[in-house]
């Protein structure tokens, strides 16, 4: 079987660039080729841990046993590369965010038809058991007509300290967590178009780009999800939160599984109110085991690997990409919608093509 892995250079040895590579040096349909970096100190690593070093770019394209070229530089250079290896006869997986814009993005779309080239986006948290989950509750129906999903990660370290605190190299946390999420969201809401995007985006420890942000997404038939990064929170929200007319279910770290609570009993005739610090309420007391059910979804298996599984599959004509060019661009979109929504302070409409 070996003989028949497809080979992938990695441009660029940093965080994700590594992460690649590790996973290749594993895959059971892809080896690695060998790394490429501009930057004296990631080649020499590469080269203490046994991995080939390609000495330019040119010499990537000039390889003609390489089938793949995986691109995980920051994020101002995924277009031009994407393009030139197309163009040499590559297939390409680009990291994300894909590029800066989507005029970029319809360059690289057009090269990928011009050539015949495999291009398609490294989307690797399609494989997030808490995403998995969700998009399971979102699909069974068992909440009712869901019209609220919230989705949030949040931290306490501030932006990271390296190219994503710069605007000219695609810094900030829409285009580093946000176009994960995004997708994520998109992914769940299958079924519905976004008719506007409201976004507030936040600058706690860094001007330039944005540290965090507040996006909201109105599908169509009232459905509202709100997607939330902050790098300025000590105490974290739960990472999912879904409500439907029928019940409620919710994440509350990446590793956890997911609670679900149904509606049982609606016409419940002796509600028994509860003291709060001013007063009573029966509007706001809690339900017990006589009007709900409780049940949980565990963890799912998932293997990332099945993102290059199916990139060497779709190189022979044997597959569909996963991550497609539509779902690419539908992505970009509502970046661009949510910067335009922040800059103007007001929702903005939104031209969905896809549902």
Request: with cysteine; aromatic share 8%; net charge negative.
């Amino acid at each position: 079987m070996a003989q028949n892995k497809k080979k992938v250079a990695v441009i660029g040895y940093g965080g994700m660039g590594g992460w690649h590579t590790k996973h290749l040096l594993v895959s059971d349909v892809a080896e690695l080729a060998g790394i490429c970096d501009i930057a004296e100190a990631r080649r020499e690593r590469a080269r203490e841990r046994g991995i080939y070093v390609y000495k330019s770019f040119e010499d990537v394209l000039a390889d003609e046993s390489v089938d793949i070229v995986t691109i995980a530089t920051p994020n101002e250079l995924h277009m031009p590369l994407a393009i030139q290896a197309m163009e040499a006869g590559k297939n390409v997986i680009s990291e994300k965010p894909v590029c800066m814009n989507s005029g970029e993005l319809e360059k690289m779309i057009e090269a990928s038809k011009r050539t015949g080239k495999l291009f398609t986006v490294h989307q690797n948290r399609r494989w997030d058991c808490d995403y998995l989950m969700m998009k399971q509750v979102y699909a069974s129906g068992d909440l009712g007509e869901v019209f609220g999903i919230e989705s949030r990660i949040q931290g306490s370290r501030g932006i990271p300290g390296d190219w994503r605190r710069h605007k000219e190299h695609g810094g900030g946390m829409i285009l580093d967590w946000g176009v994960h999420l995004i997708d994520q969201m998109l992914g769940i809401v299958y079924d519905k178009k976004i008719k506007r995007v409201y976004c507030r985006c936040d600058h706690i420890t860094n001007y330039e780009v944005d540290d965090g942000f507040k996006l909201d997404l109105y599908f169509e038939d009232d459905v509202t999800a709100r997607i939330e990064v902050g790098t300025s929170n000590f105490m974290s929200m739960p990472r999912f939160y879904m409500t439907g007319t029928n019940g409620s279910a919710m994440i509350n770290t990446w590793t956890d599984n997911c609670k679900i609570v149904c509606c049982k009993n609606w016409d419940e005739k002796d509600v028994v109110p509860v003291v709060t610090a001013a007063g009573l309420t029966k509007t706001m007391a809690p339900r017990d085991e006589k009007t709900i059910t409780e049940s949980e979804i565990v963890r799912p298996e998932s293997d990332v690997h099945e993102f290059y599984r199916n990139v060497c599959l779709a190189v022979d004509g044997k597959a569909e990409q996963i991550v497609k060019h539509d779902q690419i661009m539908r992505v970009m979109k509502v970046m661009e919608a949510a910067f335009r929504s922040d800059e103007l302070g007001a929702p903005v409409d939104f031209e969905d093509k896809i549902c």
